[in-house]
Nanobody, 125 residues
Framework: VQLQASGGGLVQAGGSLRLSCVASGVTFSNYAVGWFRRLPGQEREFVAAVSWSGAKTYYRESVRGRFTISRDNDNNTGNLQMNGLRPEDTAVYYC???????????????????WGQGTLVTVSS
């Protein structure tokens, strides 16, 4: 499984960005997709996830209502629409995928086996 993330950049507080994650080497529709982020000097943390069918989503509390995760199985793509960005959202964002979980939502780093490279999101105040 290969995941290619894109869409990061510099944006002012209150602005929006859309991250995309294109998957290859896998039947994408069999995999849940998620996003983690690493804030400066901190460990990776869960941001959002969507189930293989798109029927279930989950968000960390601090982004709920501002971020929307979605997927397009026809194009093997997962997306994270980020609105109302805040300086504290500044981080490297990673897309993740997996098709085997013991529970939902899978909030831990160890629960996801496939990781893309990070894309940097910088929110200025």
């Amino acid at each position: 499984v290969q995941l290619q993330a894109s869409g990061g950049g510099l944006v002012q507080a209150g602005g929006s960005l859309r991250l995309s994650c294109v998957a290859s080497g896998v039947t994408f529709s069999n995999y849940a997709v998620g996003w983690f982020r690493r804030l400066p000097g901190q460990e990776r943390e869960f941001v959002a996830a969507v189930s293989w069918s798109g029927a279930k989503t989950y968000y960390r509390e601090s982004v709920r209502g501002r971020f929307t995760i979605s997927r397009d199985n026809d194009n093997n793509t997962g997306n994270l629409q980020m609105n109302g960005l805040r300086p504290e959202d500044t981080a490297v964002y990673y897309c993740v995928a997996d098709n085997s979980f013991m529970k939902w939502p899978p909030l831990e780093v160890e629960e996801w086996n496939y990781w893309g490279q990070g894309t940097l999101v910088t929110v200025s105040s």
